[in-house]
């Protein structure tokens, strides 16, 4: 992606940023982790912002990928950090590894230094073509007139997964759990008939629906995504309760100070209004731009938290 300087610092000047934080260098290398495989969200993230904030931070900013049990790999090596430049940016999940793994070696709400809230996404509800589904009501009464049916998953703990259980149980309603090794072979089945219904990241769904190969029922958050405003939301087609966001956050090492904190947040949130950013997140990805006080992150992790683990222990969900 080509930056535009002027563009990024015109912006930057419009927000009032341009001078909100010292202009000096942090000491070091930033290494910015993503413990996640490349292509994935926060790997896209990442490389999109990471020129912007080397030039607003005065110094080298490095991608590192560091997949592997779950995140939990490259989470560690930030929790382990020595340093106060590492950062990191994980998904909404990464609060509910505790549930999931008996030994994870770091807390994962207090072991990390908050620094904000980056995107959110929306997941949709959605059925194959052939399932005589056309709307929630729909939807609902199809799966209380079909005892046993099942959803499709790519896994245990996935967004999908956790998102149809939360949906389920506020509805008081029940489907069984066929997980997949991926996405891709789920979404392959649900097109082809073999399972009903799943949920889908939207920007998947939406050109899926287009081709005709699928139906969207509504999406996961309270309320309509703005890049797909024609899609009502389950909170409003009836689901009164649900709300599901799959949000991005960045965190620090614990060696991070305050100070530095606030100058990582502040680099980080300039670079998300620049122009060329907007236009990558927002448009070609489908996020929604959404940054946070360092406070506000850490309030918000530990409700997501609270939330996950009552959806987890009520629908007995377990590890794979």
Known sequence: MKIRKRGFLGALGAAGLALAWPAAAQSGLVRLVIPLSPGTTPDIIARVISPLLQERLQTSVIVENKPGVSGMFGMGSVARATDANM?????????TLPHFYKKVEFDVLR????????ASSSFVLVVNNSLPVNSFADFVRWVRNNPGSFYASPGNGTHHHLFMEKL??????????????????????????????????IQV????????????????????????????????????????????????????SG??????????????????????????????????????????????????????????????
């Open 168 to 201: 389920l149980l506020s509805l008081g309603i029940k489907l069984e759990h066929a997980p997949y090794r991926g996405s891709a072979p789920a979404l392959n089945d649900l097109m082809a008939g073999q399972v009903p219904t799943m949920f889908l990241p």
């Open 259 to 320: 100070e530095q904190a606030e100058n990582y947040r502040k680099a980080i949130v300039a670079a998300l209004i620049a122009p060329d950013v907007k236009d990558n997140l927002v448009g070609k990805q489908g996020l929604i731009i959404k940054t946070s006080t360092r406070a506000e992150l850490q309030r918000m992790t530990q409700v997501e938290s609270d939330m996950w683990s009552r959806v987890i222990e009520i629908a007995q969900i377990k590890p794979a």
């Open 205 to 256: 769904a939406v050109p899926l629906r287009s081709a005709g190969r699928l139906k969207i029922i509504g999406g996961s958050l309270r309320g309509r995504h703005p890049n797909f405003p024609d899609i009502p939301s389950l909170h409003e087609l009836g689901a009164k309760e649900y709300h599901a966001d799959p949000w991005y956050a960045v965190w620090g090492s614990p060696k991070i």
């Open 87 to 95: 950062l990191m940016i994980v998904p909404a999940t990464t609060v």
């Open 111 to 118: 072991a990390f230094t908050p620094i904000t809230h980056v």
